[in-house]
């Protein structure tokens, strides 16, 4: 989440519908297996599991590991071997989680926990000045996720450690950005080398359409107040606040789109950065801009550079380097006039004067790498095109691996479930040496390096932290095994476990085991290789077993025990309404219904019912990516307003329910859009016209979900063949400015642009 993501991740257009979100933008990518695929000699492996939704992780110098959860919740564990959470901080109520909004990045101090600090970054459920909660984990129609949009702003905030162990205050550091759209959130934070703390966010603007701030002004962008929609060539709003640093002198200088390098302890923009000067808080904290949305950064292991991924919309997802995060040369990225080294064509065809400067001038700084949503990264991996949001940024350092891998630069795209490794060429990361890493991953939101120096990666679909490990190195984890004999028979149940068929590659380990019989998560039911466990009421039983070798590395697994004759083991739920015959458009209500049955529980109530409703984005080549929109918690009824999104994408429904033994069971039904045509034509024939982001030459169409809103631009002036004479814009046979919204009618739609010829008399 290409899309445009996923923040978690979001979009790049062709990911969500050209994000996350993420993702995380965020996107959340369809369904692969949760072991993700390895080079040889690799194992991938789980290290933190049954978490919901994380976001990011961070290693503090101590040996604790720290997880976001989406929602805003930050978990804490003594250890990677430590099976239990502690709640380390509950933001909940001040983090909007919709879409790609929520807790999306986190960071330790570096002297932790000398300095008891947590730093984290989250969407503030609150409009730019206002105080949260203002919306809640949704957006109510009017008006509406992706028509007028909910206006938020983002918040970095130090949380402090108290004597137990959890947060006991929280000081925001930074509440800026003002984001109108559901994508293109907040992202990362990093310490820098120089003890900076370094925070990045994305642009918030509609990744339907070509944004410059024609749909309300929420944001105040200039030239007009708030309130008054902003048109060509002057308009400075929507994804246009990205280049807010290269606004008029006394005009507002907006974190989106921007890195930031700021004091860890005040917020303030630090001494030497290349805005120090200005009289604006904003600008004095900026070192970089120009991007749609930086999820995920991180920094070269001995220097100064920063490198950060940049989630794309139609066309190319980028790593960009700023070759010296603390000098005072503050480099533009070009969006949204470009997109990888070329125009961006939505913003193009617009003729908005923010970009004509960029693209008369120059200044743009060239992705360091770029690579197109329908290509291979690597023509021999595994991993689906059509469809990208690079969501993880790290470098190798001090682990086993294998000599090639030294000083690589991993990222992973959480559209396409991979991650792929930039190995070195004279000792800088080169895209000559791309290989796949970890392929077939559950959305990976977050690379990062961990104890070991080994690479650790957050894959949200499967919510977990997951490790590669390198089994030529020094140690390789235990391989798990367990029997149950017997394993089913009438209550009360006395079983005989066995875990001796547990093995270690490593002569000379031994192993320690942990059991839970229960299956209440913890493993500590027994540390015995052989134990016994009565059971003493009807149900079926996973009992889990830990092995850990004498160097600490661990493998779990599960054998299933089933007591008696449970029935119905889970609850069966069913979607009343709405019916999968039901063909939606964009803003129309949508009422949903159901219940759910247990054999044991009987009939379940509201509260044991959930519903979470998404889009599933497609790509031409048929592969197709999810992006979670909103849950309904609680409820057996209710309704919400289908959104816009490009074609070809379609809704999902889930109903789950959950028993009073906490076992769920879960419904999907799939909910294809009506769809109309637009067609393009233009007098004389052969004109270039733009359609969302990219060109096409007349005569051409568009299947676009009614109700859908569309930006369209006739490029003027412009060369028509066959004679390659010029010609300027005269009109829309229907009306309007050249740069314009339409909304797809329920019948489709012929839309003609109309030109003359330029000549001495009517020159253009």
């Given at each position: ?348 065809g617009a003729n908005l004067d923010r970009c004509e400067s960029l693209y008369s001038a120059g200044g743009q700084s060239a992705p360091y790498y770029a690579y197109n949503h329908n290509a291979k ?47 070195t060429v004279s000792g800088q990361p080169s895209p000559t040496k791309l290989v796949p890493f970890v392929t077939g991953v559950s959305t990976p939101v977050q690379v990062l390096t961990g104890p ?313």
């Open positions: 989440m290409g899309s445009r993501r996923f923040s978690f991740l979001r979009r790049s257009r062709s990911a969500l519908a050209a994000g996350v979100i993420v993702p995380l933008a965020m996107a959340v990518a369809a369904a692969p297996a949760a072991v993700g695929a390895v080079p040889a000699g690799f194992t991938d492996t789980v290290a933190i599991g049954g978490l919901s939704s994380p976001t990011a992780a961070a290693f503090a110098p101590d040996g604790r590991v720290f997880v976001a959860e989406k929602s805003g919740l930050v978990k804490v564990f003594d250890n990677l071997a430590d099976p239990t959470a502690t709640v380390f901080a509950d933001l909940r109520t001040p983090t909007q989680d919709f879409w790609d909004r929520g807790l999306l990045g986190l960071a330790v101090d570096p002297a932790f926990p000398t300095r008891p600090y947590v730093y984290v970054s989250y969407t503030l459920d609150a409009e730019p000045g206002g105080t949260a909660p203002r919306w809640g984990d949704t957006c109510p129609t009017p008006p509406g996720a992706t028509d007028s949009g909910c206006v938020v702003t983002g918040r970095v905030s130090q949380l402090t450690m108290g004597p137990g162990g959890t947060a006991v205050s929280e000081k925001p550091l930074v509440t800026g950005w003002c984001q109108q759209y559901p994508s293109h959130s907040v992202g990362a934070l990093a310490f820098g080398p120089d003890g900076a703390l370094y925070a990045g966010g994305g642009d918030g603007a509609s990744f339907n359409f070509a944004d410059y701030g024609q749909v309300g002004n929420p944001c105040a962008d200039p030239p007009s107040p708030a309130g008054t929609n902003l048109s060509p060539p002057s308009a400075e709003g929507g994804a246009l606040r990205s280049q807010s640093p290269r606004r008029a002198a006394g005009q507002p200088v907006l974190l989106n789109g921007t890195l930031l390098r700021i004091d860890p302890d005040t917020g303030d923009g630090l001494p030497g950065n290349p805005f120090a000067s200005s009289t604006d808080a904003n600008a004095r904290r900026v070192i970089a801009y120009g991007s749609r949305n930086q999820f995920r950064f991180g920094f070269r292991p001995g220097t100064s550079e920063l490198w950060a991924g940049d989630v794309g919309w139609n066309t190319w997802e980028e790593i960009n380097r700023v070759g010296n995060a603390g000098d005072a040369v503050a480099e533009n990225f070009g969006w949204p006039c470009f997109e990888g080294t070329a125009r961006q064509a939505g913003y193009d990264v690597v023509a021999t991996d595994p991993c689906p095109t059509g469809g990208s949001s690079i969501s993880g940024i790290a470098f190798e350092s001090g682990s086993n691996y294998p000599a090639e891998y030294a000083g690589a630069l991993f990222f992973a795209d959480s559209s396409r479930g991979c991650i792929w490794a930039m190995q070991g120096g080994d690479l650790f990666y957050v894959a949200l679909g499967a919510g977990e932290l997951r490790r590669v490990s390198y089994a030529g190195g020094t140690n390789r984890p235990p391989v798990a095994a367990a029997t149950a004999t017997p394993s089913s028979g009438a209550a009360p149940l006395t079983v005989q476990f066995d875990g001796t068929g547990s093995t270690d590659p490593d002569a000379g380990d031994t192993l320690s085991y942990a059991w839970d019989l229960d299956a209440d998560g913890a493993y500590d039911d027994s540390a015995a290789p052989r134990p016994t466990w009565t059971y003493t009421t009807a149900a079926a039983v996973d009992a889990g077993l830990r092995v850990t070798d004498s160097h600490g590395a661990s493998a779990t697994t599960t054998v299933r025990v089933t007591v008696g004759t449970p029935a119905g083991l889970d609850p069966v739920p069913v979607i009343d309404t709405p019916a999968t015959t039901l063909n939606w458009s964009v803003g129309q209500t949508v009422p949903f219904s159901g219940r759910a049955v247990d054999a044991q529980d009987g009939e379940l109530p509201p509260s044991a019912l959930s519903w979470r409703l998404a889009i599933r984005h497609c790509a031409a080549n048929g592969t197709c990516h999810t992006h979670n929109v909103q849950d309904f918690p609680g409820v057996a009824a209710g309704s919400f307003v289908a959104p816009d999104h490009e074609y070809p994408s379609y809704l999902q429904l889930t109903l789950t329910a959950t028993d009073s033994t906490g076992r769920t069971g879960s419904k999907t039904i799939d909910l294809q859009p009506k769809t109309v045509t637009l067609n393009f034509t233009s007098s004389p024939s052969q004109a270039m016209l733009t359609v969302g982001g990219t060109q096409q030459r007349t005569p051409f169409s568009r299947t676009v979900i009614a109700g859908s809103v569309n930006s369209i631009s006739a490029d003027s002036p412009q060369n028509l063949p066959p004679l390659n004479l010029k010609y300027a814009f005269t009109s829309w046979a229907h009306g309007g400015a050249r740069t314009q919204n339409v909304v797809a009618p329920q019948a489709g739609a012929t839309y003609q642009a109309n030109y003359r010829l330029c000549w001495l008399l009517q020159p253009c």
